[in-house]
């Protein structure tokens, strides 16, 4: 099974593709599955406009839409931006639900999300769930939210809380079985 990996954030130091490498980690150790991680940040996507669509669907898009049609499952961290998804990840969605042929549908959605709040960015991830089930995918109803995310990961990038990281781990395990038997 191929697991495509992202987070709905481009900064170098974001918490959220720091959770993805944690739980691509969790994926490689279990042995089950291939994950693959991606970086939005080099794709360069624009904020979605029909006129840039008519000149040509941007090279970004493309590439994104690929990787996500070679993906069995995908797992997405999102950072929650006013009580909402990033607009990276839903820029990311409405460019690749342009694409033809459109590879969002039927896939397994895992969704994750990071914040240095108390929340976890959980409220963002109930928004992000709409695009993904209006265009077709099956969303996994269990999610996890990582509060205090600043606090959250040593140099090495894992998470400092065991607990916390078994959390994830049998979430990430609980998915993947889930995806095995679908
Ligand atoms: C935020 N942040 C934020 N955090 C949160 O828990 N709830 C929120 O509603 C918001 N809103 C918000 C709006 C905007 C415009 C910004 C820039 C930030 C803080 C956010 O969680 C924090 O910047 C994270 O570090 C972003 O995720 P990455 O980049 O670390 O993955």
Redesign the pocket.
């Known amino acids: 099974m191929k697991v495509l990996l992202f987070?709905?954030?481009?900064?170098k130091?974001?918490?959220?593709?720091k959770l993805v490498n944690v739980v691509a980690r969790i994926i490689e150790k279990e042995g089950k599955a291939t994950p693959t991680i991606l970086d939005l940040q080099p794709l360069n996507l624009p904020v979605y406009d029909g006129d840039i669509e008519a000149k040509g669907m941007p090279e970004g898009a493309t590439k994104l839409a690929s990787a996500i049609a070679d993906a069995d499952v995908l797992i997405i961290?999102t950072?929650?931006?006013?009580?909402?998804m990033?607009s990276v990840l839903k820029t990311a969605i409405d460019w690749v639900s342009r694409v033809k042929p459109m590879p969002f549908s039927k896939k397994q959605v895992l969704l994750l999300g990071?914040?240095?709040?108390a929340?976890?960015?959980i409220?963002?991830l109930a928004h992000a769930r709409t695009p993904f089930e209006n265009l077709g995918n099956y969303l996994y109803p269990e999610i996890f939210g990582l509060s205090k995310?600043?606090e959250a990961f040593d140099e090495e990038g894992n998470l400092k809380d065991p607990a916390q990281y078994e959390k994830v781990q049998k979430l990430v395990h609980s998915f993947l079985t889930y995806c095995e038997r679908k």
């Open positions: 987070a709905g954030s481009l900064r130091d974001s918490f959220n593709k961290s950072p929650e931006y006013n009580g909402s990033s990071a914040s240095p709040g929340l976890g960015a409220r963002g995310a600043h």
